[in-house]
């Protein structure tokens, strides 16, 4: 019953976290205009070509439309959550083995000692009272991990060094490539530009 909770803990911060991701997009997407646009795709940092906005906009569009890619987000919201409780219950087993191993080399007679009294105290216990216990100490281990895995998030790592995948900007992505005529894959990023003096013969080259 508690992994079904950590599991359920696990889930609800994903899919937390993928809908304020899908919102932030959505409010970037949605942004104020002020005059004509035009949307400059990049690939691996590389301008590729450009099309109208309302263009892009019509991808996104078509792409929240389309249930199999709601499906196949959900999967992945699964597949990331299973990674997250892999990923803490190797840090619970770590931490552990590091404690122990800095108590065996730095104090090892209060840790025989310790050892000890546990033992002792395991001998009088009764089955309650010992189920009780171990409920504690998994816990206490789960949010010590779990912690370490926000601190790792929030250093060095990103969404995508759990699996995460945006298979609504995958699409979109690749109908921009395709439009394009870029058959290299990598990584799509779109920008929307204000059109100036010289806007209105890069709209023209998009649309051609």
């Known amino acids: 019953m508690e992994g079904l909770q950590y599991l359920a803990a696990c889930f609800v911060v994903v899919a937390i976290l993928t809908v304020l991701a899908s919102w932030l997009e959505r409010r970037k997407e949605e942004g104020i205009e002020q005059g004509p646009q035009v949307a400059k795709v990049y690939l691996n940092g590389i301008e590729i070509g450009c099309v109208p906005v309302a263009q892009h906009k019509i991808m996104l569009a078509d792409a929240r439309r389309r249930p ?3 499906v196949r ?3 992945n919201t699964g597949l990331v959550a299973l990674n997250l409780l892999a990923r803490i219950l190797r840090y619970m087993t770590a931490i552990w083995l590091m404690m122990f191993l800095v108590a065996t080399l730095a104090f090892p007679q209060a840790l025989g000692e310790w050892l000890q009294g546990v033992m002792a105290g395991l001998a009088q216990a009764n089955a309650a009272e010992l189920g009780r216990g171990l409920q504690v100490w998994v816990l206490c281990s789960f949010l010590f991990a779990a912690l370490a895995l926000l601190i790792e998030f929030v250093m060095v790592a990103g969404p995508n060094w759990y699996g995460r995948r945006n298979v609504f ?3 979109v ?3 921009l490539r395709r439009e394009l005529e ?5 990584k799509v990023h779109v920008l929307y530009w204000p059109v100036d003096t010289q806007g209105e013969s890069l709209a023209q080259d998009a649309q051609a």
């Open 68 to 70: 199999s890619l709601y």
């Open 173 to 175: 992505s690749f109908q």
């Open 169 to 171: 900007e995958e699409e």
């Open 182 to 186: 870029a058959p290299a894959h990598g």
């Open 73 to 75: 987000q959900a999967i």
